[in-house]
C-alpha cells in the first residue's frame, strides 16, 4: 500500500511538472487560470475532431455564454471565461483545427483591462494576428462597452474600450481582416452598455444583448464567406 502511495505521488510530480513545461500553470502566468487550464483540457479533446470548414470562436465569458449554432451552422465554442489575449496567444497553438477552418473570430480584451495598458493590449492583437494561419480569414468583434454605473471601480474604461477599438479597427483594415463593432448598437447615449442588454453586472450581455450581437456577426460570416468565394 506505501509503495502504490508513493507511486501515485510521482505520477502526479510528473503530470504538474508537464504541465509546467508548456506553460499551462498559473504561477508562470497570472492570465492562466484553473478554469482556463481545466476549459483548454476539453478544448483539445474536441479540436481533433473538428470538421474541415467549421467557424472557431475564440474569446472570453462573453463568447463562452454565446449560442454560436445559432450565427454558424459549423461553428465551434473556444471561449473560456476570464480570458486575456494572452491567454489566448497560449492556447492558440492547441487549435489545430484553425488550418482548416473557414474562419476565426475572435473576441477578446475585456479582462485585459484592469491587468495591462492599451499599448500592450495592441501588441498582443498584433501577436494573435501573426499566430493564426495567414490563409485563414478573421473576424474581430469589438471589444464591447461596459455599463461603468455598474461599476464605479472602473469608471473610464469605456474611453479606453473606444482607443482599443479604434486600434483593432485599423490593424484589421491593414490586414483586410473583418471587425464588427457593436458599440452603436448596445451603447446608451453616454457610452454605456444599456442595462436592457446585460445580466445587471455591467458587463455579460443578456438574451436581448446576445441576440443584437448573433444578428451582426451572422452579416458579418455571410459577407466573409460571400467574398471569400468571388476570389479567383
Not at 60 to 66: A, C, E, K, V, Y
Not at 192 to 213: I, Q, R
Request: aromatic fraction near 8%.
Amino acid at each position: 500500500m506505501k509503495i502504490q502511495k508513493i507511486s501515485c505521488l510521482f505520477v502526479l510530480g510528473l503530470l504538474i511538472a508537464g504541465l509546467s513545461s508548456h506553460g499551462y500553470t498559473q504561477e508562470a502566468n497570472p492570465d492562466i487560470t484553473e478554469h482556463f487550464n481545466r476549459m483548454l483540457v476539453y478544448h483539445k479533446y474536441m479540436d481533433g475532431n473538428v470538421p474541415e470548414g467549421s467557424v472557431l470562436f475564440i474569446g472570453d465569458s462573453i463568447t463562452q455564454g454565446l449560442c454560436v449554432a445559432a450565427v454558424h451552422p459549423s461553428a465551434i465554442n473556444y471561449g473560456i471565461g476570464s480570458d486575456t489575449t494572452l491567454g489566448v496567444l497560449e492556447r492558440l497553438p492547441v487549435y489545430k483545427s484553425a488550418e482548416q477552418a473557414a474562419a476565426i473570430v475572435f473576441a477578446i480584451g475585456v479582462n485585459d483591462l484592469s491587468r495591462r495598458d492599451n499599448d500592450a493590449i495592441v501588441e498582443n492583437y498584433q501577436k494573435i494576428i501573426q499566430a493564426v494561419p495567414a490563409h485563414v480569414p478573421l473576424l474581430f468583434s469589438a471589444i464591447l462597452p461596459l455599463d461603468e454605473r455598474n461599476k464605479p471601480e472602473e469608471k473610464h474604461y469605456n474611453q479606453r474600450i473606444l482607443e482599443l477599438n479604434t486600434c483593432l479597427k485599423d490593424l484589421c483594415e491593414k490586414k483586410d481582416y473583418a471587425f464588427l463593432d457593436m458599440t452603436p448598437i448596445l451603447a446608451d447615449d453616454t457610452g454605456n452598455l444599456k442595462p436592457s442588454y446585460h445580466t445587471g453586472d455591467g458587463v455579460h450581455l443578456n438574451t436581448e444583448g446576445y441576440a443584437l450581437w448573433i444578428q451582426k456577426l451572422r452579416a458579418s460570416l455571410e459577407f466573409i464567406e460571400t467574398t471569400a468565394q468571388e476570389k479567383p
